[in-house]
């Protein structure tokens, strides 16, 4: 059975062989979900071109992105730690 969750902090790393996304979600109660998908660096890529795409897709239909504190160097909401042996087997 799925489960979806409202991701409010990321991170993203890697090692060789696996990329790591660490999906979080972070309750003002002090609550936390995690989600983690470990996918191939190729598979990563495919990710990344679809998102790229969809990202175009969404400004072309609903205009520019406000990005508020989702900023793109040193993002509040990512933490890039690297801890990711632990999610490859």
């Known amino acids: 059975m799925s489960k979806v969750i409202y991701c409010n902090s990321f ?3 890697h090692s060789r062989e696996a990329v790591v996304l660490t ?3 972070e309750a ?3 609550n936390v979900e ?3 998908v470990v996918i191939s ?3 990563a890529v495919v990710l990344k071109d679809s998102l790229e795409s ?3 897709e969404y400004v072309k239909k609903y205009g ?3 990005m508020g504190d989702w900023k793109k160097e040193n993002p509040k ?3 890039n730690n690297n801890n990711h042996e632990k999610y490859i087997s």
């Open 34 to 36: 995690t989600a983690y």
């Open 64 to 66: 520019s992105i406000e």
């Open 77 to 79: 909401n990512c933490n």
């Open 41 to 43: 660096p190729q598979g």
């Open 11 to 13: 991170e993203v790393s």
């Open 54 to 56: 969809q990202l175009t």
């Open 28 to 30: 003002p109660d002090g």
């Open 23 to 25: 999906f979080r979600f």
